[in-house]
């Protein structure tokens, strides 16, 4: 089942069960999916439905800053309350620790295919831990990967 068809079902159980801000929340993502298929002018695959979720989860984050600097508690809480019920389509948060144990894991592979990477070698090591975080059904903020790759390759 797509990530797009589970929205949609999940719509359906929160108007039955009258729950407001789960259902305004559903729609918000499967107006997101929807446009970005039309644009498309073809189905969405779930790695491109994930990347949009992630992206109205970041969208989310940046609204709960603007809102509290701007003394709006309310709404920052009713963005705040929207990113679980995103997040529940998407796999699994990565933790430090292991974003850690992936970079390493990849700078030893590539180290052991030739010399150890140096800083010019960021981009292919980038790669290649995301790809492992994407094969371990793990995602990863972009910025603390490169944070740990940037160490690693230090």
């Known amino acids: 089942m797509t990530i797009a068809e589970r929205v949609q079902q999940d719509m359906i159980a929160a108007m039955k069960a009258r729950e407001e801000l789960r259902l305004s929340t559903l729609r918000m993502v499967k107006s997101a999916l929807k446009l970005k ?9 779930d790695a491109e439905a994930m990347q949009i979720l992630a992206t109205l989860i970041k969208q989310r984050r940046e609204a709960i800053e603007q809102f509290t600097q701007g003394n709006r508690p309310e709404l920052a809480a009713k963005e705040a309350a929207e990113i679980p019920i995103i997040e529940a389509y998407l796999p699994k948060m990565a933790d430090a620790a292991q974003i850690e144990t992936i970079v390493q894991a990849v700078v030893a592979e590539l180290a052991a295919s030739g010399a150890k990477p140096t800083a010019k070698e960021m981009g292919s090591v980038m790669k290649a831990a995301q790809a492992k975080l994407q ?3 793990l995602r990863a903020d972009g910025k603390l990967v490169s944070d740990k790759v940037r160490a690693a390759l230090a």
């Open 135 to 137: 094969a371990a059904d």
């Open 37 to 45: 298929e039309i644009d498309k002018r073809a189905p969405l695959t």
